[in-house]
């Protein structure tokens, strides 16, 4: 019996009755039996009938056991052949597992406790075989499954990277020049050296770059050149051989193998040593990889996207960077601004990063009062996005659960009170004020009364002592000039949106 319960079915070929008789009469308990006088008429038996096992007698009128559980072999490898005879002629047992690949050769008279007992071990095995085909099938059928969801995925992430459509930012932003760049670079297979501060989307951009080249459809793979130390940057990059050295158990593949066909993409690529600069210029000239304990190099098709937050050309003016590989390195040079240079981005991305995070953290959908965002417009980011993003979960963990609207108060000290933009620049200060001297005086006075305001988080006892007013002194002048805590909704005009919630999450990854 097999596990599922079914009775294993067993045709025994005989061509003597008595034979046929005594075998089923020992056997019928166990299996389903079958019976067959003939080749011939086994033959179309195992046509009409799920057998598990042939019991065949070797001399039979006609064609003998072997020749037929040979043709048998050929016709219906999946049934257990086994062959009794009442000979013990070795060419015959030879030929029987050579050419029929005989389970079992048994000698009569057998026994019926050793014939019952090589029954069930054949029936096991068929029982086996069959378990190892669903195996195999359903094994096929998950590997197509992961074929389709990578595909899956490969497609979302190409609409998601296509075009400019990841960028999160203004109408008149200063990265809609280089989004158009990056776009029209991305066709041509040239390498791009990527710079710009920590945080100002190196690692998006070299996404764009890939995913709208023709190896997109490629792995994309990426490594921080300022993490690792030189021996293990070459095994991370390059692969080993086992026994390479200590704690090399097995064969690694490296990045670059792993990426052929696509493109890999080195952040940091300033921070690599001398030594290892003279490995990475080969690997481009070359094309080929030499993995660590191995003689044999290995031919590589990558595409390769640096990036770092170094002067490099100022590094190889002071012989710090080879000179030969940073023109290898700087086909197309693409500079990411920082966020103090591109402000009217902030509101944009500090509305998306903050959808984001709610999403992450369960909470209901927030918005940024204007005192906020001006506090963040004011602040210089020295963290460009990375900081923005911390910034914004430290204010919904703040905030109260009630709360719909994250005001200024919320904020870090730091950005709270960040001195005005207009402070640093008296003279584009009186310009932006019109009037007799009276009126910009007066405009003068509400505009720093109400940012001492902000910065206090509307603390009136604390601005009038900064500003040497009493609290009633304060209170007049703010009715005079109409200043109060604004609020506002969660429009987003203005902002050129792309890319939804994958633009912001694309944006603050970097």
Excluded at 283 to 306: D, F, H, M, W, Y
Excluded at 368 to 394: H, T
Excluded at 431 to 438: E, I, N, Q
Excluded at 453 to 465: E, I, K, M, Q, T
Aim: aromatic share 4%; proline share 4%.
């Amino acid at each position: 019996m097999t596990d599922d319960g079914r009775l294993a079915t067993v045709l025994i070929v005989d061509d003597e009755p008595r034979s046929l008789e005594a075998l089923e009469r020992n056997l019928y308990e166990h299996f389903r039996i079958l019976t067959a006088a003939s080749a011939a008429e086994a033959e179309r038996i195992v046509e009409r009938e799920d057998v598990d096992i042939v019991l065949c007698d070797q001399r039979m009128p006609g064609e003998n056991g072997v020749q037929f559980l040979s043709r048998l072999r050929g016709t219906h490898p999946e049934i257990v052949r086994i062959i009794l005879s009442g000979y013990t002629d070795a060419e015959d047992i030879i030929a029987g597992l050579n050419e029929a690949g005989i389970y079992q050769y048994i000698i009569k008279p057998w026994a019926p406790e050793k014939l019952l007992m090589v029954l069930k071990n054949a029936a096991r095995l068929r029982q086996l075989e069959r378990e190892n085909e669903l195996l195999a099938r359903e094994l096929r059928l998950t590997a197509e499954a992961a074929g389709r969801k990578v595909a899956g995925n490969r497609r979302r992430l190409r609409r998601q990277f296509t075009g400019d459509a990841c960028m999160v930012r203004a109408p008149d932003s200063p990265l809609n020049e280089i989004c158009a760049l990056l776009v029209r670079v991305a066709t041509h297979d040239v390498p791009v050296l990527i710079t710009g501060e920590s945080g100002t989307g190196k690692e998006l951009a070299a996404r764009i770059l890939h995913y709208n080249s023709t190896r997109g459809e490629k792995p994309f793979v990426v490594e921080n050149c300022g993490a690792l130390p030189e021996e293990l940057l070459a095994s991370e990059l390059f692969g080993h051989r086992r026994g390479a050295f200590t704690g090399a158990v097995d064969n690694h593949a490296g990045l670059f193998e792993r990426a052929d066909g696509g493109s890999v993409f080195l952040d940091e690529i300033g921070e690599i040593s001398p030594a290892f600069q003279v490995k990475l210029l080969r690997v481009l000239q070359e094309n080929e990889i030499r993995p660590v304990g191995s003689t044999k190099p290995r031919r590589i098709n990558v595409r390769v996207i640096a990036a770092t937050n170094r002067d490099l050309e100022a590094d190889v003016r002071r012989g710090r960077f080879r000179e030969d590989l940073y023109y290898r390195l700087a086909t197309i040079v693409v500079r990411m601004p920082p966020l103090r240079e591109r402000r009217m981005d902030i509101p944009c991305i500090a509305r998306h990063l903050l959808k984001k995070a709610c999403a992450e953290l369960g909470l209901p959908p927030r918005a940024l009062s204007d005192e906020a965002l001006e506090c963040m417009m004011r602040y210089d980011w020295p963290g460009n996005v990375r900081e923005l993003g911390n910034e914004i979960r430290r204010m919904l963990v703040l905030a109260d659960e009630e709360a719909r609207e994250l005001d200024a108060s919320l904020l870090s000290p730091r950005v709270r009170m960040a001195a005005p933009r207009e402070q640093r620049d008296d003279l584009r200060l009186l310009d932006s004020f019109s009037g007799t001297l009276k009126e910009r005086m007066e405009a003068l006075e509400a505009r720093i009364i109400r940012e001492a305001l902000v910065r206090h988080g509307w603390n009136r006892s604390r601005v009038a002592r900064e500003l040497g007013l009493s609290r009633v002194g304060l209170r007049n002048k703010m009715e005079r000039y109409g200043i109060a805590p604004g609020r506002t909704g969660d429009d987003e005009s203005g902002c050129a949106v792309r890319g939804g919630e994958d633009g912001a999450a694309g944006q603050a990854a970097e």
